[in-house]
């Protein structure tokens, strides 16, 4: 099946510092999603970005497909950043699903 | 607010039981998903649901089983419970019918503790 890693698996920022989170994967895909698991365990949709470019407040995403990777910035973090983020990837499969394949995570904190 | 319901948000049970985690998808959502996440294991598929038909299997027990109602919610049913079943497990949903989009949206999660 399709690998997700995700890099780095831990990161210690400063309030204010910006961040890059990294997702590779192995095989073409036609979905990719970025979640934030906050502390109480939630997963929280950030981005649906299969390709291209999203920004969202403090948050943007760029996906390419081509070469297999995407990457989550963060920017300005603040201590409410802090949790797992995951990256999770859909291989067309048809009528055989669409089950999501998840990297290992990355965990922030970030520090007042 | 994902849209998606789970209950119960906690179970504690003991070896050797059965429980059943109930989802309600957002509105208007075909698609139901389980998935399972553990320490050791990570964030793994378990099952996916269509409109009442089972479309695709992960890397699902013989114990668990699962099953979406005419109405679209959906049943986890673990059985003969083991210590290793402790985890959080995730409802996810998608599959609105306006949208060509398959983006999931997930639950709250039912956190299991099997002692």
């Known amino acids: 099946g399709i690998q997700v890693e995700q890099s780095p698996p831990d990161l210690i920022l400063q309030e204010g510092a910006n961040s890059t989170l990294r997702c590779n994967f192995s095989d073409s895909v036609n979905n990719l999603q970025w979640f934030h698991q906050n502390p109480w365990g939630q997963l929280i949709n950030l981005f649906y970005?299969?390709?291209g470019t999203k920004q969202n407040g403090r948050l943007s995403a760029t996906t390419v497909a081509t070469e297999r990777y995407s990457l989550l910035y963060i920017s300005s973090s603040q201590t409410t950043d802090s949790g797992v983020y995951f990256c999770?990837?859909?291989?067309?499969?048809?009528?055989?699903?669409?089950?999501?394949?998840f990297g290992g995570g990355t965990r922030v904190l970030v520090k007042p | 607010d994902s849209g998606v319901t789970q209950t119960p948000k906690h179970l504690i049970t003991a070896t050797g039981q059965r429980v059943t985690l109930r989802c309600s998808p957002r509105s208007g959502d075909l698609s139901v998903y389980w998935y399972q996440q553990s320490l050791d294991q990570g964030l793994q598929f378990l099952i996916q649901?269509?409109?009442?038909?089972?479309?695709a299997k992960g890397n699902i027990l013989e114990r668990f089983s699962a099953q979406q109602f005419p109405d679209l919610h959906s049943e986890l049913n673990l059985s003969s419970l083991e210590l290793g079943d402790s985890a959080l497990y995730f409802c996810?949903?998608?599959?609105?019918?306006?949208?060509?989009?398959?983006?999931?949206?997930f639950g709250p999660g039912t956190r299991l503790t099997v002692l």
């Open positions: 970005i299969p390709s």
């Open positions: 999770a990837v859909e291989r067309f499969q048809g009528a055989a699903g669409n089950k999501l394949t």
């Open positions: 649901y269509y409109n009442g038909e089972e479309r």
């Open positions: 996810a949903s998608s599959g609105r019918r306006v949208s060509g989009v398959n983006e999931q949206f």
